[in-house]
């Protein structure tokens, strides 16, 4: 007497399953109904005279958060709810509604079976709806203790909606991309799901294969085409059921399993478990932003920043508010310098002067964006400023009367060195406008990790 004890899926990690199967170590995680953890199977040497090859399974960690299976729901079968003696018996199924929707309905004869296709049936459940993304803390010094750690992307915060083959790009302020990145909707169509809500990052790569902003920036200014990914990092909502309170091992190891790996665009977002300043300092040598970490066991927060997910960046940059510019000098023309600040509290506050990364094109566009938004007296409320800075030009009250203001309403996205004593950026740089986040939602964050810190 048998039964289907357990059901679920299984990513096998560390290249192509086959391959792993003759070298004879093979490494998986479990996504069951009742096991859920990572494993190790290994191939024993024989022993001499022995014939059969034995295999030894491993349990490498288990997710803190969950109980273990007890009672009969350990023992049950997971299709029918009926034990083993049950089903010597011919006990009628505790499931047996749910058995009998799951199997196929025979082809009428006569009539042409329809062709297979990727997509299930769907299922009992809500249909896939834009969920405000988690956000992350931004910190200033390694985290300590046990964390699950990804790669910080430099690109675009997207919410993909899945629904009965059906595709919707969404950025986090809830604004369409669908219609600006063809490649990701094409590919998110190759999904074998009824509907799902995917959380990711759309990038663009250089030729060493690392995101940047700047790549996307160019793409919508010229209209190049740089290469873009949408790299998935957490599965919200899977063929009618809500994951929010999912532990995160559970939702990635799903999405995982979900997206595969035959597609170039769309990329599962590979997850580091090892120490935090590690990994760090290897990002800082390859030249990328930094890392996110995130709480084991942890639930997924809707448009909250709880401190669950941690942010850590190795070199200065984030978004600021556009709130003036400067007139042009020499040979450059339309304007010489944008004033930007952030927000605290409902107090837009000036951080400095960003007179570098425009071309010509990049000039003209954003003076257009800027006469539009044109009004008479500065939106900062530290204006002007008590004394000289550090670094660069004080915005005195004579600078000030040479400053055309606009409406607080443009953000960019800036790269800076580090911020001053006096609260200044220092060698800052304009990587390009978002139209992602909302200028009231810009807060300071916290400055970049030192290194050896």
């Known amino acids: 007497t048998v039964m289907l004890w357990d059901r679920g899926n299984y990513p096998v990690s560390g290249g192509a399953p086959e391959e792993a199967y003759r070298r004879g170590k093979i490494h998986l995680a479990l996504a069951g109904e009742k096991l859920v953890g990572e494993w190790t199977l290994v191939r024993m040497r024989p022993r001499p005279g022995e014939k059969n090859t034995n295999w030894l399974l491993i349990k490498n960690s288990a997710p803190p958060h969950r109980a273990p299976v007890t009672g009969a729901a350990r023992d049950d079968s997971v299709l029918s709810g009926r034990s083993l003696d049950e089903i010597a018996g011919g006990a009628p199924a505790v499931r047996a509604a749910k058995v009998a929707k799951s199997r196929r309905t025979p082809a009428k004869p006569g009539k042409k079976k329809p062709a297979p296709t990727t997509r299930r049936k769907a299922p009992v459940g809500e249909p896939a709806a834009f969920i405000a993304p988690m956000k992350a803390l931004s910190v200033d010094a390694v985290p300590a203790g046990d964390w699950r750690l990804e790669i910080k992307l430099d690109g675009y915060r997207a919410i993909a909606v899945l629904n009965e083959g059906e595709v919707e790009l969404w950025s986090r302020n809830h604004k369409s991309l669908t219609a600006d990145y063809p490649e990701v909707v094409e590919a998110l169509r190759e999904v074998p799901c009824t509907n799902a809500v995917i959380d990711g990052e759309i990038v663009a790569l250089d030729d060493e294969g690392r995101s940047r902003f700047q790549l996307l920036q160019q793409r919508a200014a010229s209209g190049a085409r740089p290469r ?29 399993v979900l997206v595969g790996k035959k597609s170039p665009v769309v990329r599962f977002s590979p997850v580091f478990e090892t120490d935090p300043a590690t990994l760090l300092a290897s990002v800082r040598e390859k030249g990328l932003e930094g890392i996110i970490a995130k709480q084991p066991g942890s639930r997924y927060e809707s448009d909250r920043r709880s401190g669950a997910w941690l942010k850590c960046k190795v070199q200065g940059e984030q978004e600021f508010v556009i709130g003036g510019f400067t007139p042009p000098r020499n040979s450059r023309t339309h304007f010489g310098a944008i004033l930007v600040g952030y927000c605290d509290g409902k107090k837009l506050i000036y951080a400095g002067k960003v007179g570098s990364g425009f071309d010509r094109r990049l000039l003209e566009a954003l003076h257009r964006e800027f006469k539009q938004r044109e009004i008479a007296s500065p939106p900062f409320a530290n204006l002007p400023l008590p004394r000289k800075p550090r670094f660069g030009l004080g915005m005195t009250a004579s600078a000030m009367k040479k400053v055309t203001w606009v409406k607080p ?40 990790v030192k290194r050896g810190k």
Do not use: N
């Open 228 to 256: 873009i990914v949408y790299y998935v990092f957490d599965l919200l909502h899977h063929d009618g059921r809500s994951l929010l309170a999912t532990p995160i091992e559970e939702r990635q190891i799903a999405l995982e």
């Open 409 to 448: 309403e443009l953000v960019a996205q800036i790269r800076f060195a580090e911020w001053t004593e006096e609260g200044m950026l220092r060698q800052p740089v304009f990587l390009g406008l978002r139209e992602d986040k909302a200028a009231k939602d810009v807060r300071r964050e916290a400055a970049p």
